[in-house]
């Protein structure tokens, strides 16, 4: 699977970088979420965001877990992460009456399955490299925030906005990390099996 990931590192750093940007919309919306006037905008906006998320970044991962010539034969953890993310994406675009909280509900079992499945990637990597335990704390993060939204409803719409923003921001940087990670484990072992003059 190692080589798998390393080799298609990048479609990891894209999901990382829409994750990102997700998040980043999703904290400017935050003040229009308690607006008598713009908060209904405020919400199909981020279920909107969100489903297109889930669509690319899906896609993005799945593409990522693809194996070459029978290599990576755990990568279909990986791409159940992905399939599960492409789903929740679809489901949001295709039923657009959900009220938020059941937006927030779907998220929420979104993330404890790619939580789970991150972190079983993460116990393959290890072998392999040496910060696989950023897939594993990203995962861990994943299953805590959906656990959060949960059991600990915020008090106030403001709060949700900053938990999906805070959450987006952070598991897209920890993505990103791991992509250049597995692009130097990539170019290491290349280099190791370069014929030598």
């Known amino acids: 699977m190692i080589e798998t990931l390393a080799k298609n590192w990048w479609f990891l750093a894209a999901r990382g970088l829409f994750a990102v940007c997700f998040g980043l919309l999703a904290l400017s919306l935050r003040e229009w979420s308690h607006s008598t006037f713009f908060a209904a905008v405020a919400y199909t906006t981020i279920g909107v965001l969100f489903a297109c998320f889930a669509v690319v970044a899906g896609f993005l991962t799945m593409l990522a877990a693809l194996p070459d ?9 990986l791409g159940l992460d992905g399939l599960a993310t492409v789903v929740v994406g679809i489901v949001i675009m295709v039923v657009p009456a959900f009220s938020f909280v059941v937006l927030l509900r779907m998220m929420a079992i979104w993330a404890v399955v790619v ?13 392999h490299i040496a910060d696989e335990w950023l897939l594993g704390l990203a995962g861990f993060c994943s299953c805590a925030f959906g ?29 990103a990390a791991l992509s ?16 030598r003059l």
């Open 69 to 77: 010539r029978g290599r990576g034969k755990h990568s279909w953890v």
């Open 115 to 127: 939580g789970i499945c991150e972190g079983v990637v993460a116990t393959h990597l290890r072998r």
């Open 147 to 175: 656990l959060l939204l949960f059991t600990f409803w915020p008090e106030t719409s403001l709060a949700l906005f900053y938990w999906m923003g805070a959450y987006a921001i952070f598991s897209g940087v920890i993505m």
């Open 180 to 195: 250049l990670r597995l692009r130097s484990f990539k170019h290491l072992k290349a280099a190791a099996h370069a014929p």
